[in-house]
């Protein structure tokens, strides 16, 4: 599929961005590479759009997107295409009685997106049950291996190599009782939609949830204890310090029950978006003395890294 002019606010989850020159979605490994390979000029890869802020100005080029999205598995093993969407990997794994990925159900976006940004919920990161990778580097398709991906927390080296094209992935997961498991996604799912309604026009927690370890001392020391989980403090806790539920920046805004939540309530832009996490983030460091880390990525703003 070719389309000129490609409202870029029609694949973000925000439902923001202006207009792309050229939007080419592929289906075949083979056929998306030779399209990489003769874009020329300004392009970008893009995956589902989840976790992804579009500037208003829209992007003078040509985005691509790879969306294979077939999956399959032998014994254990689960291989899928880079465009399946997530929560159909999840829910094929749980059918077929593979246990490891149903924490995380719900989660938006494609398999290229969560293995990106090593996404993660309920103490679980994508990372735990990859095996490897496929990837095309540029020059040739190639496999990596798990650690050859580098994941850390909500990163891996995808981030630093972004001309590394992920194809495909292969998870390797343990038996266990569909039922049993179907029953876990089904209460996950429930959490999740209370929290991040499907309709809801937002990327999912704006910031990544802090290392304990990594905080100035002052703001070690103001942490209630029972929230510290696996080394890691919700960034929600430091923006209700702040009064940040309920805020408002035109159409962008804060979800009241939920301090980390930034929405599109309608009529937001994307220049909204960059202000309000500005601001947010401006206001924890001067109450605690650190910066704050967005999750999402930017395409078009030239004053910040872009994806």
């Given at each position: 599929m070719r389309r000129t002019d490609a409202p870029l606010s029609d694949y973000t989850r925000f439902g923001l961005g202006g207009p792309a020159d050229l939007l080419v979605d592929a289906d075949s490994a083979v056929e998306f590479i030779g399209e990489l390979q003769s874009a020329g000029g300004p392009h970008i890869v893009l995956g589902g759009g989840t976790n992804l802020v579009v500037s208003d100005a829209g992007y003078r080029g040509t985005v691509l997107r790879y969306t294979g999205r077939t999956i399959e598995h032998h014994g254990s093993t689960i291989r899928v295409e880079s465009g399946a969407d997530l929560e159909a990997l999840v829910q094929y794994a749980v059918a077929h009685g593979l246990a490891g990925l149903e924490s995380m159900m719900r989660i938006p976006g494609w398999v290229s997106g969560a293995v990106y940004g090593n996404a993660g919920a309920y103490g679980q990161s994508i990372h735990e049950t990859l095996a490897r990778v496929e990837i095309w580097d540029g020059a040739e398709r190639r496999w990596l291996s798990n650690a050859e991906c580098g994941f850390t927390y909500r990163a891996s080296r995808f981030k630093q190599n972004k001309h590394w094209i992920i194809l495909t992935a292969e998870f390797t997961l343990r038996p266990g009782d569909a039922a049993a498991l179907a029953a876990r996604a089904e209460e996950i799912r429930a959490?999740?939609?209370?929290?991040?309604?499907?309709?809801?026009?937002?990327?999912?927690?704006?910031?990544?949830?802090?290392?304990?370890?990594?905080?100035?001392?002052?703001?070690?020391?103001?942490?209630?204890?029972?929230?510290?989980?696996?080394?890691?403090?919700?960034?929600?806790?430091?923006?209700?310090?702040?009064?940040?539920?309920?805020?408002?920046?035109?159409?962008?805004?804060?979800?009241?029950y939920h301090a980390n939540l930034l929405y599109n309530a309608g009529s937001g832009t994307a220049a909204q978006v960059v202000q309000l996490i500005d601001n947010l983030k401006g206001r924890v460091r001067q109450e605690f003395g650190f910066d704050l880390e967005p999750e999402v990525q930017f395409v078009g703003f030239p004053d910040r890294v872009s994806y």
């Open positions: 959490t999740r939609d209370e929290k991040f309604p499907p309709t809801m026009k937002c990327a999912g927690s704006i910031f990544k949830n802090c290392l304990f370890a990594q905080l100035p001392r002052g703001a070690q020391q103001r942490v209630p204890e029972k929230l510290v989980r696996e080394g890691k403090v919700p960034a929600a806790y430091f923006l209700e310090q702040i009064g940040a539920k309920g805020e408002v920046a035109g159409g962008i805004r804060v979800a009241p």
